[in-house]
């Protein structure tokens, strides 16, 4: 799904979040209440965009350092995880993570507090970086 969104940014040259709807639909996200949120079951996005060479570790610092995405990244109701990063023929740079609760996981609920700021961040310039 991760991999499948990049490429659908990079093609429309837009940075973008999905309608969740679809992917809550899934058979492996199964036991839907009929207005396609179920029990226990959910789906998180977080996505990227640079118009070139970007490290890794700059990606994850932006993510870590706005409220927003630190609350996906550090829940612990997740029990799945995608990531995808995409190096465009123009050197722009897409990268999407996307999380998900299965139904009945037997995991915390999904958080909704902001978790302190205070959290690991690596080095801006740490990690693999696309070009």
Request: proline share 8%.
């Amino acid at each position: 799904m991760a991999r499948g969104w990049n490429v659908e940014m990079a093609r429309r040259g837009q940075l973008k979040h999905q309608d969740i709807r679809a992917p809550l639909e899934r058979e492996s996200l199964s036991d839907l209440d009929g207005v396609g949120v179920g029990v226990g079951v959910g789906v998180g996005k977080n996505i990227f965009q640079a118009t070139g060479p970007v490290p890794a570790g700059a990606m994850h610092a932006g993510w870590m350092r706005s409220d927003g995405h630190r609350v996906n990244v550090l829940n612990p109701g997740w029990d799945r995880l995608g990531v995808a990063v995409l190096c465009a023929e123009n050197g722009s740079v897409w990268a999407t993570r996307e999380f998900g609760r299965s139904a009945g996981a037997d995991l915390p609920e999904i958080a909704e507090e902001t978790p302190p700021a205070e959290s690991v961040v690596p080095p801006e310039d740490d990690g693999p970086r696309c070009g």
